[in-house]
Nanobody, 124 residues
Framework: QVQLAESGGGLVQAGGSLRLSCAAS????????MGWYRQAPGKQRELVAV???????NYADSVKGRFTISRDNAKNTVSLQMNSLKPEDTAVYYC??????????????????WGQGTQVTVSS
């Protein structure tokens, strides 16, 4: 189907910046939505930011004004620029993509794929 590969996590001091990237590969017909979610220890996974193929975006209130999501439709990639990082941004960040993949010669089927996750740690 469709696989996602993430990169860019790491350790940064509060106030610093990191950039996460994610590339989708496989039998992709189209990707409707790409986004980033995060999960901190002991908490549920939550939406960080999503972007549609038409570049409409949605952000969690906690990251508005600090994070910027972007995508390259031709390369099937999505990035998350994270500025002014806070200790509460510490989490495992997961890339997500939803769309259609080639399922046989003339048909497509839905996919909803997740990356393996990348750790972001912000020290105070």
């Amino acid at each position: 189907q469709v696989q996602l590969a993430e990169s860019g996590g790491g350790l940064v001091q509060a106030g610093g910046s990191l950039r996460l990237s994610c590339a989708a590969s496989g039998s992709i017909f189209s990707i409707n939505v790409m986004g980033w979610y995060r999960q901190a220890p002991g908490k549920q996974r939550e939406l960080v930011a999503v972007i549609t193929s038409g570049s409409s975006t949605n952000y969690a209130d906690s990251v508005k004004g600090r994070f910027t999501i972007s995508r390259d439709n031709a390369k099937n990639t999505v990035s998350l620029q994270m500025n002014s990082l806070k200790p509460e941004d510490t989490a495992v960040y997961y890339c997500n993509a939803r769309g259609l993949y080639y399922h046989g010669y003339f048909t497509q089927a839905d996919f909803d794929s997740w990356g393996q996750g990348t750790q972001v740690t912000v020290s105070s």
